[in-house]
């Protein structure tokens, strides 16, 4: 009786402790379900026992009965297999992760191995957790992918900005630097950041720069302003565009300041570069238009015809501006002086090589040098066409000229002398080549002009002080 009565109790304590797993079960499957992970067990062959919850009722049944070697896809198949097996050989739980194809497509999960064993503590098998990860990892690639490309436009940023004259900085409240793309003010980066204005800056333009950056703090606005910098090694200030704008938190609150430093040295170089320009072509055209109108009222004089003032006035006119073509060529600076008399020789004489001979050193003439000697050249040679060596074919012109040691430099002496014309005759009045050539240079260049009308030829000396050379400075040669 005693027994039949234990059986009963067993049997009942048996379907009591059932009831309660199956129901813990199925609460477990339930929440199984919303977490997307899922629970196997396999035996020691790798035999799948039981499936729970594979994401919905009835999922993994097939798999009941089957073995790693049937079920897993060839790729993925050893790797899994041969961790099992070591959880089964040294009883350790392992880990690892393992790709299905799925019918909604690719997933990978993390599987977590644990093994199982018997009220002997024998190990019967394994239990396997597995976790669906495929949105963790595929957040993870994208993550790094845009990591990648982040570091990419960051590194394209900051060497665009290293070969930039842009600079761009970050400051706290306190406007010590937080980030510099940069070097400022003669410092490198890494000597810059906590510091301070004050610590960095020495000049006047601290000031200018630490009041626009207080502002914009107080303000809550953004603030410009060009600013001119002088480094403590160098004597010229740089000149900078600021652009300064307050860096907030997500509520609002002025955390410190971002700005951008354009450096605009060049600009202002070329600003001033230009106005001094202007200045000179004011000064030039002044000029310019003085001799233009001396030269009209002096052809006036020696004219009797308004034909004649015409061709005489328009041949002077390209005479200057053949001189003037001369210094454009060289920036304004000065011209060569053998260019200069061949240039203004040419209309005269139809083979320089045979007619006309040039002879001296490299000697480059001041812009006030250049007009004026050029305009003597070409009343020279006029002369010489229409009375003198250049009106008949034997007749021969010789320019040479030399440097003289002079206090300072050297000068320049120029002979210009004419043979096998007709015979000469002194003028019995000057007329307007002779002004051109003997007051006009010499007041032009400070220096002293001879022309002498020899019986054999005109012969005309020139001498061009220092002042009046470009580059011939204690016997150097520009």
């Known amino acids: 009786m005693n027994t039949v009565v234990e059986w009963l109790f067993g049997a009942a304590l048996r379907r009591l402790v059932d009831y309660r797993v199956t129901a813990r079960m199925r609460d477990f499957a339930a929440a199984m379900r919303g977490a997307n992970m899922h629970v196997f067990f396999q035996d020691r062959e790798l035999r799948y026992k039981a499936v729970i919850s594979l994401q919905r009722d009835g999922v993994g049944i097939e798999l009941i009965g089957r073995t790693d070697e049937q079920v897993l896809p060839s790729l993925e198949r050893n790797a899994v297999i041969a961790a099992k097996k070591k959880v089964i050989s040294t009883g350790e739980a392992g880990d690892c992760e393992v790709s299905f194809v799925m019918p909604q497509g690719a997933t990978v999960f993390a599987m977590h191995i644990e093994p199982t064993r018997g009220p002997d503590g024998n190990i019967e098998g394994i239990s396997c957790l597995a ?23 960051v590194q394209r940023y900051e060497t665009a900005l290293r070969e930039s004259n842009v600079t761009v900085f970050t400051q706290d409240r306190d406007l010590r630097y937080t980030s510099i793309s940069n070097s400022l003010a003669g410092r490198a980066v890494e000597d810059i950041i906590g510091k301070t204005d004050e610590d960095i800056l020495t000049d006047a333009g601290r000031d200018v720069v630490i009041a626009l950056k207080l502002k914009s703090l107080a303000t809550g606005n953004p603030q410009n302003g060009e600013v001119a910098i002088r480094y403590d090694d160098d004597a010229r200030p740089r000149w900078f565009d600021l652009r300064i704008e307050p860096l907030r938190d997500v509520t609002g609150y002025v955390l410190g300041l971002a700005g951008t430093a354009v450096d605009v040295t060049g600009r202002k170089t070329d600003e001033a570069h230009l106005r001094l320009l202007m200045r000179e072509l004011t000064h030039r055209s002044k000029n310019l238009l003085a001799v233009i109108q001396a030269m009209a009222r002096q052809t006036t004089r020696h004219t009797n015809s308004i034909e004649g003032f015409v061709a005489q006035l328009d041949a002077r006119l390209q005479a200057l501006a053949a001189s003037h073509d001369l210094l454009i060529k060289e920036g304004w600076h000065g011209a060569s002086l053998s260019e200069l008399a061949e240039l203004q020789l040419q209309p005269f004489a139809n083979y320089v090589d045979r007619q006309v001979a040039l002879q001296g050193p490299a000697v480059t003439l001041g812009p006030e040098a250049t007009q004026a000697l050029g305009l003597a050249f070409h009343e020279l040679a006029n002369n010489a066409k229409r009375f003198g060596a250049l009106s008949v074919p034997e007749g021969r012109i010789s320019v040479t000229w030399s440097r003289l040691a002079h206090p300072g430099g050297y000068s320049v002496e120029l002979k210009w002398v004419e043979t096998g014309g007709p015979a000469v005759a002194a003028p019995v009045a000057r007329r307007f080549g002779s002004v051109v050539i003997e007051r006009n240079l010499e007041r032009a260049i400070a220096g002293k002009v001879n022309l002498a009308f020899l019986a054999g030829g005109v012969q005309c000396d020139i001498l061009i002080p220092p002042e009046h050379l470009v580059g011939l400075v204690d016997g150097r040669t520009g």
């Open 131 to 153: 976790v669906d990860i495929t949105r963790m990892r595929s957040l993870e690639s994208e993550r790094r992918r845009s990591g990648d490309d982040l570091e990419t436009t």
